[in-house]
């Protein structure tokens, strides 16, 4: 009876310890240390929040950088994969599908960046490479009038560089690079 006592106190403690005050604590220090990542990266505009940084967000305009294909329908509590074996005909159909369908979009388009055609593993991946970003330029100009000089100055200055330059690669936020284009076009 007194090994079950000692169990229920300590069964107590430690939910207390690690079910509330350990998430209190690392959750004030987030929120006071690192604010705005403590709050999701939220991406606020004229006092109203209109999306992440962490997450990509489907922008459909021809007048817009369009992110990478989403398995989840841009749905952040959807997160997924295809699980698709690269191999299988249905990949191989799906990847040809997307192809011809970014040329459409882009018609003088030359080189594809795998990940304009390629799906993240979470469903939502918020980057493209700085080549994907650049690859939209032309149609992008075409329906907006600014220049393509104007858009690949606006994608370096959203390109990011490696964390702690060693840890991943370059890449282009779309959502903040949209934002920034939203204030020169409607879409």
Known sequence: MKTIFTAIRA???????????????????AGTLFPKQAKGSLIEVNGAYVGSELIAQD????????????????DPTASAGSNVN????????GMLEKI??????????KD??????TVSGSGFDPDLSPEAAKAQ??????????SE?????LVDDHTQSR???????PRVNVTEINMSLMKQVSP
């Open 11 to 29: 069964s107590v403690v430690l939910m207390l310890l690690c079910g509330l005050l350990y998430p209190l604590v690392t959750t004030g220090v």
């Open 59 to 74: 922008f459909t305009s021809r007048k817009l950088f369009h992110p990478r294909v989403s398995n989840a329908k841009y």
């Open 86 to 93: 690269v191999t299988s005909p249905d990949y191989v159909n």
């Open 100 to 109: 011809d369908a970014l040329k459409q979009e882009n018609p003088n388009l």
């Open 112 to 117: 594809i960046p795998a990940d304009l055609v």
């Open 137 to 146: 330029v032309p149609r992008i100009s075409k329906e907006t009038g600014i």
């Open 149 to 153: 000089q104007q858009l690949n100055d």
């Open 163 to 169: 964390q702690l330059g060693v840890f991943g690669e």
